[in-house]
């Protein structure tokens, strides 16, 4: 089970995750992924020179909710994939970036997806996902 802090629990922070981020579907699954923007250390943002107060910065987890709607099937089904997804989910957190929000929705295809299925399609929509964004010739 995901930790209390790797969850998404906010319908807003849904919305966020789903608007704001990089789409991808692969096979069974369709992951929404944002990543938090940083500033470059080496890019000054003031003249002044910086302090550092030996205050430690504590960084955000990254944190993942899940779609499954009833078009998957009845509650067993949907909470069948839910637990499959999370597990999966729970080993892939650690290589996002601190601060990423992934959404992973299900198509009804993941009712009868193996769990090698599940995972091949899941690696698949985030490395996707994390890529950056090619220009399209027009």
């Not at 790797?6 to 369709?30: E, H, M």
């Not at 091949?120 to 220009?135: H, K």
Request: positive net charge.
């Amino acid at each position: 089970m995901l930790a209390a802090a790797q969850r998404l629990r906010r319908s807003t922070d849904f919305a966020a995750a789903v608007r704001g981020g990089r789409r991808a579907g692969r096979g069974v699954v369709v992951v929404h992924l944002t990543v938090p923007v940083t500033v470059e250390p080496s890019t000054p943002t003031s003249p002044e020179p910086v302090r550092d107060d030996g205050a430690e910065q504590f960084s955000v987890p990254s944190r993942a909710g899940f779609v499954v709607s009833k078009a998957v099937g009845n509650a067993v089904t949907r909470n069948r994939v839910r637990r499959r997804l999370r597990a999966l989910v729970r080993e892939r957190l650690i290589d996002l970036p601190a601060g990423s929000t992934l959404v992973v929705r299900a198509l009804p295809a993941a009712a009868e997806a193996s769990y090698p299925r599940l995972a091949t399609d899941l690696d698949a929509a985030i490395a996707v996902a994390r890529s950056p964004r090619e220009r399209r010739s027009r």
